[in-house]
């Protein structure tokens, strides 16, 4: 009896000790942050054969993306500037690889759509929307320089004739790992703007993907890990914070949760408020002249990976002893001489120039005249000066080119660079041919004569915040020869350009003539004293 | 020689503690102005600053003694016997002759040290002074909605600030070297130290100033 009593209570507390076990100790469900998992929607569980089909599915749930995605400047490459300016990549021409146009089944594997292969693309077409190339998040999703944005969804030849077998993407576990954009998806284009990583903005680059802090103290992977929607806050896929129209001078206060606020989310101040240093005030006194990337940005091209700072076209085309296309590599094995492309400066931990800039870009379009009385050719131009109120002084990159333009017609020119056909330059490096058909694609005049003209274009320094022990110090720019040196226009302490000559002079020869005085009158003291005695 | 006690405590300290300030100030003062690196500019401004609120705080007490005590009366100019001071200075300091003021308690100060002294107290103070101020104060006063506060630009604030810099400076040496010409080098000296100035007895003491 009390044996079987024991038994029964040894398997009762068998039983009954787990369930109290797992009464304390419940194992948590792993918390979604996001309230749906894309692998279970049905329109997911397919197989695709192109990016067009995924995005058809994507349009099942999300109705109005496709609409939304067609009033951005990404799916336009068009924007026109409060002057009335037409900008946009679809247009403009830069002094890195000229222009897009004619070249778009290179270039246009950065638009966020399928196809834009030239001027024949439809534009209203919601499934042409790429959804993926911001929303990937396997890292695996590939737009191919020369299939116009499309993706190659079956192993195939590509480039076609080169023999390459090229192993499709899996559209299908890539569509069902969707989420929020990411350093990785905007870096896809922007880190590699130019052709190149780094080679266009200076201050956006690969390092950015998993930035150090000392890189980017915002981005910083292992502390605040920003992505750069972070800053770039979106509605309905409108993303703010355009170089086309810069915020200059933000006079707002720090953006609270909740309100309505009409400065844009991307600016310092929308964060940081108009009084940031706490420690030394006095460094508040600088923000209605400074803009905050000037002392916070102390270097560009800080992670490691060059930018180009000049690009000279003019000598492309040289052949090795081998007879194939000349390249030339630095140290560090980045190239500095390319056939296709001509002679390159790079630059590492580049200090920026500084100019007074009001938000207002001017630009050089296609049809503006240009001329070699007039060099080097402002790509665009920063308007600002210390006395307009709307300015303040910013960082910049300034981008050195020597690129081809019709000295009869003065006007710059597009030429054709990309393709497999005849004329694309970087297939036959023939100046006449590429020029002639990239004027023909874009329907403008060209004499049939080319030379080379020299070429700035700015860009704003405004990524790459360094942490503040890294930030500039007080004798950087309070000296002779200091950072903002060529800034004019205001006065700095310290900086000897900036005094009054004539003071100085009188005054320090008032100081030394009288300390001559007293001395000549000590003297004669002296010897007259001891005479005297 | 009879001794009589000219400088009171607070005067002295007064005295000494602004002398050092104003150097202390020309030295990082012209180091911000560029002139030359010592300190390192960042240091230079926040010590600069530093001492110019010490120093405005040590002119409200001096100002409060000056009025409270009645001494602002030493600085009362004089045409009397400056001729007589200013041959001395010129020619009789040569020759060894008296010196033709005799120093007393009512009267502390020679009438070209009055004018000297005046000259600093209501120009080249006040001016260091609103200036300094105003420096210090710019985006506020560029801030300002009164069109003459505003228009001012930091290049003008920084030249009368210099400026007036320059007359310190000027004056620095020059008092320096004149604190060595009692009758002996280091006797004004002592008397700024210990409060005790040796005088002729048998000289007439100089009619005090009203």
Same mark, same amino acid.
């Given at each position: 009896m009390r044996t079987g009593i024991f038994v029964v209570a040894l398997l009762a507390s068998m039983l009954l000790a787990p369930a109290v076990n797992a009464a304390s100790e419940p194992v948590p469900a #792993?918390?979604?942050?996001?309230?749906?998992?894309?692998? @279970?929607f049905k329109a997911l569980q397919q197989e695709f054969n192109s990016g067009p089909e995924v995005t058809k599915a994507c349009l099942s749930c999300h109705t109005e993306a496709a609409k939304q995605l067609h009033q951005t400047e990404h799916w336009k490459w068009e924007y026109k500037n409060p002057q009335g300016q037409l900008l946009g990549k679809k247009t403009l021409i830069n002094n890195f690889c000229i222009s897009p146009a004619s070249n778009e089944g290179a270039c246009n594997s950065c638009h966020i759509g399928y196809g834009w292969k030239d001027d024949t693309f439809d534009f209203t077409s919601e499934v042409n929307v790429d959804c993926i190339v911001c929303h990937d998040t396997t890292g695996n999703y590939r737009k191919p320089a020369g299939l116009a944005g499309n993706v190659i969804a079956k192993t195939m030849e590509f480039p076609p004739g080169s023999g390459k077998i090229v192993k499709g993407i899996n559209l299908k576990k890539i569509a069902q790992s969707v989420a929020k954009t990411s350093r990785d998806t905007c870096g896809a284009c922007h880190f590699y703007g =130019?052709? =190149?990583?780094?080679? @266009?903005?200076?201050?956006?680059?690969?390092?950015?993907?998993?930035?150090e802090k000392e890189v980017d103290v915002h981005m910083d992977a292992l502390g605040l890990n920003f992505t750069c929607a972070t800053c770039h806050m979106t509605k309905g896929h409108q993303v703010p914070g355009s170089r086309y129209a810069p915020t200059a001078q933000d006079k707002g206060a720090a953006h609270l949760r909740g309100k309505e606020y009409k400065t844009i989310p991307t600016t310092c101040q929308a964060c940081h408020g108009q009084a940031p240093h706490k420690k030394i005030a006095k460094l508040n006194d600088h923000t209605d002249k400074v803009a905050c990337q000037t002392c916070h940005i102390p270097a560009f091209a800080r992670g490691g990976v060059p930018t180009k700072m000049s690009w000279d076209w003019s000598t492309a085309g040289k052949m090795g002893p081998d007879g194939k296309p000349l390249t030339i590599k630095d140290a560090k094995g980045h190239p500095i001489y390319m056939a296709i492309k001509g002679d390159f400066v790079l630059g590492e931990d580049v200090v920026p120039d500084y100019r007074w800039f009001n938000g207002t870009v001017t630009y050089t379009l296609r049809s503006d005249k240009v001329d070699k009385n007039n060099e080097p050719v402002q790509i665009n131009r920063y308007e600002g000066s210390a006395?307009?109120? #709307?300015s303040l002084i910013w960082p910049v990159k300034i981008m050195r080119g020597k690129q081809p333009f019709d000295p009869v017609n003065k006007t710059l020119v597009v030429p054709h660079t990309a393709g497999n056909d005849d004329t694309a330059y970087w297939t036959n490096f023939n100046w006449d041919k590429a020029i002639a058909k990239g004027m023909a694609t874009i329907g403008e005049p060209y004499s049939g004569k080319f030379d080379f003209i020299s070429t700035e274009s700015t860009w704003p320094i405004t990524h790459m915040v360094a942490p503040a022990k890294n930030a500039l110090r007080c004798r950087d720019c309070h000296a002779s020869g200091g950072r903002l040196e060529k800034v004019p226009d205001i006065y700095i302490p310290g900086r000897g350009s900036d005094h009054a000559r004539w003071l100085d002079t009188a005054g320090w020869a008032i100081a030394v003539l009288t300390l001559l005085g007293v001395l000549g009158h000590g003297l004669g003291r002296v010897i007259l004293s001891k005479r005297n005695h | 020689m009879a001794r009589i006690y000219i400088f009171k405590r607070f005067e002295r300290f007064w005295h000494w503690a602004q002398a050092a300030l104003i150097i202390f100030m020309l030295l990082t003062g012209f180091e911000i102005h560029g002139s030359y690196a010592l300190l390192g500019w960042e240091k230079a401004a926040d010590l600069h600053t530093t001492a110019a609120w010490t120093l405005i705080g040590l002119w409200l007490f001096a100002i409060f003694w000056h009025f409270t005590t009645g001494e602002w009366r030493q600085y009362i100019p004089t045409s009397k016997n400056i001729v007589a001071v200013m041959n001395y200075y010129s020619v009789g300091i040569f020759t060894g002759a008296p010196h033709p003021f005799r120093v007393s308690q009512l009267s502390k100060h020679n009438p070209l040290q009055r004018l000297a002294y005046l000259l600093v107290k209501l120009f080249i103070n006040p001016l260091i002074w609103v200036s300094g101020l105003a420096y210090l104060y710019y985006n506020e006063l560029a801030a300002s909605k009164i069109a003459a506060l505003s228009g001012i630009s930091l290049g003008t604030i920084a030249l009368a600030h210099t400026a007036a810099a320059f007359m310190m400076l000027a004056f620095l040496i020059g008092h320096l070297y004149l604190s060595t010409t009692g009758h002996t080098p280091l006797a004004h000296i002592k008397a700024m130290i210990t409060g005790w100035e040796d005088v002729d007895a048998d000289k007439p003491a100089a009619v005090p100033a009203k």
């Open positions: #792993k918390l979604l942050k996001s309230t749906s998992d894309h692998t @279970k =130019g052709g =190149g990583d780094g080679v @266009k903005h200076g201050d956006m680059d690969s390092s950015l993907a998993a930035p006395s307009d109120g #709307k | -």
